[in-house]
């Protein structure tokens, strides 16, 4: 799998858009990009994954640049419980095989 | 999204004795189960991959005698611990591939176990 860059932490107030950054410069041309996310003391939790078009739901956006070498995850509206680390992770999509954690993005959001 | 549940929450055990943690896929099959520990301001580290049916196979390092695994049904996993020591303790973490076709298959995890051996 492809290596992820992640700043390992990051601030948002609470109510704005939190704009997590996170660089995969090899990433080949069948891998996708997932975001998970961990909250404290809890199992990791799926957000969003994408190939290189942008995508959208419930949770989050993600934008993937044209070419796929860096993309963001969008919280548009964070909120105090979306205070977790925020995980990138790039690799074939198959649920049959394994995801490897690098260190994330703390993401602290304050009131 | 699919629901992978894992009990127990947490867990205290003495020295030496066994701990058994499951993981169910709730509302969906899942033949191959991911089990994963994490320590204290660690990531996620990848110990094991359970199959249904079949032996499970192991990353280099974790003990297979130690870490027994087996994967019962289409929606039941489970790993125990034997022999538990201090520094077995850590946070256990099931995971489980969802119904669906690639690309939107997805893996999904429990809440974690915290295990904690005095």
């Known amino acids: 799998d492809a290596k992820t860059t992640q700043p390992p932490s990051m601030d948002c107030a609470e109510g704005r858009a939190a704009n997590l950054p996170c660089n995969h410069s090899t990433i080949s041309g069948n891998e996708y990009v997932y975001w998970y996310r961990q909250i404290h003391s809890q199992g990791p939790q799926y957000i969003i994954h994408g190939l290189k078009n942008n995508e959208t739901n419930e949770m989050a956006s993600l934008i993937i640049t044209e070419d796929r070498k860096s993309s963001t995850l969008i919280l548009p509206h964070a909120t105090l419980r979306d205070t977790a680390v925020y995980y990138c992770?790039?690799?074939?999509?198959?649920?049959?095989?394994?995801?490897?954690f690098g260190k994330g993005t703390m993401l602290l959001v304050s009131p | 999204g699919a629901v992978v549940s894992q009990h127990p929450s947490w867990v205290i055990c003495k020295s030496g004795t066994s701990v058994k943690i499951e993981c169910r896929s709730l509302?969906?099959?899942?033949?191959?189960m991911f089990w994963y520990r994490q320590f204290p301001k660690q990531s996620l580290m990848l110990m094991a991959t359970s199959n249904e049916g079949s032996k499970a196979t192991y990353e280099q390092g974790v003990e297979k005698d130690k870490f027994l695994i087996n994967h019962a049904s289409l929606t039941l996993s489970t790993l125990t611990v034997t022999s538990a020591h201090p520094e077995d303790s850590s946070f256990y973490i099931c995971?489980?591939?969802?119904?669906?076709?690639?690309?939107?298959?997805?893996?999904?995890f429990g809440q974690g176990t915290r295990l904690t051996v005095v």
């Open positions: 509302d969906f099959q899942a033949t191959t």
């Open positions: 995971s489980a591939p969802s119904s669906g076709r690639s690309p939107n298959q997805v893996a999904f």
């Open positions: 992770i790039v690799r074939v999509p198959s649920g049959y095989s394994t995801l490897t």
